[in-house]
């Protein structure tokens, strides 16, 4: 059973927060997954790629001006994040997107949306991507999602979120 979240923001979509929890990844035959921390903020991301033991595999971050990785003792620098995740790591996260989606929002542009009855996303399709949000925290119409995923060519994600923080520091 997961903790109960913190009380969500009035303005979703414009709040900082940080999630935990865990990510699955199938690319081209491969699969792999890693524990997950991500801190969203205004301007940056953060995103820790962690081990079983909890011990940080990779570090993703980017500002408006730069994308790095961290990879044990490797460093990667580009300016755009998803070129970068994707030369270093075979798969990308669209960062963009996937903040407005992991709040169960759209993005800005053209979106297809099927919703339940209770009016929460059950489908998403925007930018290229397949997202199907397939668990919720609980059943109330304003409830985040516990459980995505994300499609897209070759690429399959499967997120999981078990904890949601407000305006981290």
Do not use: C
Request: hydrophobic letters at 35%; glycine letters at 6%.
């Amino acid at each position: 059973m997961q903790p109960p979240s913190p009380p969500r923001p009035v303005q979703l979509d414009a709040a900082p927060f940080a999630m935990n929890g865990r990510i699955s990844v199938k690319h081209n035959g491969s699969r792999d997954s890693a524990g997950l921390r991500w801190t969203h903020q205004a301007q940056t991301d953060e995103i820790l790629l962690l081990t079983p033991l909890g011990q940080t595999a990779a570090r993703i971050y980017r500002d408006a001006k730069e994308a790095t990785l961290d990879e044990g003792d490797k460093h990667y620098s580009d300016t755009d994040v998803e070129s970068l995740m994707m030369q270093v790591l075979g798969w990308r996260l669209q960062l963009d997107g996937l903040h407005h989606w992991v709040l169960g929002l759209t993005a800005a542009g053209d979106a297809l949306v099927e919703r339940d009855e209770s009016g929460r996303m059950t489908v998403l399709h925007q930018d290229g991507w397949e997202v199907r949000y397939l668990k919720y925290a609980d059943d109330k119409a304003d409830s985040l999602p516990a459980r995505m995923q994300l499609s897209r060519e070759n690429l399959q994600l499967t997120l999981l979120i078990d904890e949601w923080e407000w305006n981290p520091k």
